[in-house]
């Protein structure tokens, strides 16, 4: 019997679905946001003072934020230029695939409705040999997992 090891979180992908289908617009270095938690409204019981009820009201995710080295020709930046630039949202489901050793995916968080929230270039700095790395942050709707 062998034991159960948990996945690497280094192979993964991220698929715009309908903006690119570019091989290079998959790869990034972080993905960080694939979170969801409960507002709670607390209610207070007349007569019971040791506590108060908390209700879940609502779901609420936090926002997507991908890291990857800046590319030069992308179809997920001019998706987010256009909305920057020419206030144009075109809200989009986007697959971040966590990928086994075999390049198929393990796990898959199937982002709806994301839009451009953030988009951000590292600093330029002439005493550093680093890569520039560009940030992207949408906000969306919900997430699913398959």
Do not use: C
């Not at 019997?1 to 679905?17: I, Q």
């Amino acid at each position: 019997m062998v034991d159960y090891y948990p996945p690497w979180g280094f192979y993964f992908k991220v698929v715009f679905n309908t903006i690119s289908a570019d091989t290079n617009d998959v790869r990034f270095q972080s993905v960080s946001g694939l979170s969801v938690e409960y507002d709670y409204e607390s209610y207070k019981e007349g007569g019971e003072n040791r506590f108060e009820h908390k209700l879940p009201v609502r779901t609420k995710y936090a926002d997507l934020v991908l890291k990857r080295g800046m590319l030069l020709d992308s179809s997920v930046i001019k998706w987010f230029l256009d909305a920057f630039n020419n206030r144009i949202f075109k809200p989009a489901t986007i697959s971040v695939n966590l990928m086994n050793e075999k390049s198929e995916p393990l796990r898959s968080w199937n982002v709806v409705d994301a839009i451009p929230k953030k988009w951000l270039v590292s600093d330029l700095n002439a005493s550093e040999n680093g890569i520039v790395i560009e940030t992207m942050e949408l906000t969306y709707r919900y997430f699913t997992i398959q």
